[in-house]
C-alpha cells in the first residue's frame, strides 16, 4: 500500500509557471512508474505524463516543451514543473503510481487544483 499525496496546485495567470509536487508514503525507487494525469470539467482524465523507475520520461502532445516531470527518490517525491501555461491546462492533477508486487498496482492522489486565467 502507498500514500500519494499532491501540493502546489493554485491560480496563475497565462503565461505563468506552476510547480507540483507527489509525496509518496514510502520510497518509490522501486516503483515502476509515476506519473500525472489531468482531468478539466466535463472531459475524461488524461495522461500528462510518466517518468519510469529509470528516469525516463514520456509526454502527452499536448505539454511536450512546456512540462517537466522529475524525481527525488531521496525524498519520495516527484514534481511537475509546468510552465507557458495556457487557460486549456486548467484541470485537477492527479499523481499516479505503478507498483509490481506479484501482479501490477495501481494507486492515485487525491489531486490538486490548476487553474489559469486568462
Known amino acids: 500500500q502507498v500514500q500519494l499525496v499532491e501540493s502546489g496546485g493554485s491560480l496563475v495567470q497565462a503565461g505563468g509557471s506552476l510547480r507540483l509536487s507527489c509525496a509518496a508514503s514510502r520510497s518509490i525507487s522501486s516503483f515502476n512508474s509515476m506519473g500525472w494525469y489531468r482531468q478539466a470539467p466535463g472531459k475524461q482524465r488524461e495522461l500528462v505524463g510518466i517518468?519510469?523507475?529509470?528516469?525516463?520520461?514520456n509526454y502527452a502532445d499536448s505539454v511536450k516543451g512546456r512540462f517537466t516531470i522529475s524525481r527525488d527518490n531521496a525524498k519520495y517525491t516527484i514534481y511537475l514543473q509546468m510552465n507557458s501555461l495556457t487557460p486549456e491546462d486548467t484541470a485537477v492533477y492527479y499523481c499516479h503510481a505503478r507498483i509490481y508486487s506479484s501482479q501490477m498496482y495501481s494507486y492515485w492522489g487525491q489531486g490538486t487544483q490548476v487553474t489559469v486565467s486568462s
Open positions: 517518468i519510469t523507475s529509470g528516469g525516463t520520461t
